[in-house]
């Protein structure tokens, strides 16, 4: 069965450094999300993108942030100057296409990358 | 803005047993999904079961079945005889119809006991 893959599982980085975390969705998806989930929190939106461009964002996502398709199959996740507050765990998600009768509308996680900034 | 609200932190049940989880949600639209996902310690995020509002008819996925009350706004999961892998963070998620992103609740954290 497809899944949405991400590396690395853990990255341990200084602070101010930039990141780049890295998944690959589900290969006839076209919708992207990334979430994050600080430590005994919630899971908290913070980009979707669509047909090459971010077509939503959360506050969280500041300047700070932006993400990529490079290649049609990577998608990608960089924080340019990280904080201490950046700690968490990343996931991305991909859905198929629009929901409704005639599509799929579940995301599809996967199984994330613990971000450790120190 | 939709909000979706869990209001057990933790529970427990006895191997075997049925437990309830419970959320609400608060939205304005007619058309929208409803979803629980479970974590388990490795932190992978799994769909266990979902709603589409337009439905009627509860889902059920095996042990898995939900209580969707639209009016009330209510969707609660329930777990029937539950196992050791059972054991996980339980997430209510809502996504509005379209492109939109989901809103998760503050999870429930489930512990199944021998």
Redesign the interface.
């Known amino acids: 069965e497809p899944e949405v893959t991400q590396t690395p599982s853990h990255q341990v980085t200084q602070m101010g450094q930039e990141v780049i975390l890295r998944c690959v969705p589900i290969s006839n998806h076209l919708?992207f999300?990334w979430?994050r989930?600080i430590l005994g929190?919630?899971?908290?939106?913070l980009v979707?993108f669509?047909n090459n461009e971010i077509?939503?964002k959360?506050e969280i996502f500041d300047d700070q942030f932006s993400v990529e398709r490079p290649d049609g199959s990577n998608f990608t996740l960089k924080i340019r100057s990280t904080k201490l507050e950046d700690s968490a765990?990343y996931?991305c998600?991909s859905?198929h296409r629009?929901?409704?009768a005639m599509g799929s509308?579940?995301?599809?996680?996967g199984?994330?990358t613990?971000l450790t900034v120190t | 803005a939709q909000t979706v609200t869990q209001s057990q932190p933790e529970m427990s049940v006895q191997e075997a047993e049925t437990v309830t989880l419970s959320c609400t949600y608060d939205t304005s639209e007619n058309n929208y999904y409803l979803f629980w996902y479970k974590q388990p310690p490795s932190r992978q995020m799994i769909l266990v079961i979902r709603q589409e509002a337009y439905k009627q008819q509860n889902a059920t996925e095996n042990r898995f079945s939900v209580n969707f009350q639209k009016a009330a706004k209510s969707f609660s999961l329930k777990i029937s005889d539950s196992q050791l892998g059972d054991t996980a963070m339980y997430f209510c998620a809502f996504m509005n119809s379209g492109n939109t992103p989901l809103v998760f609740g503050k999870g429930t954290r489930l512990s199944v006991i021998a």
């Open positions: 919708y999300y979430y989930q929190q919630k899971v908290e939106f979707s669509y077509s939503e959360s765990m996931f998600a859905r629009l929901a409704g509308y579940e995301q599809y996680f199984p994330g613990r």
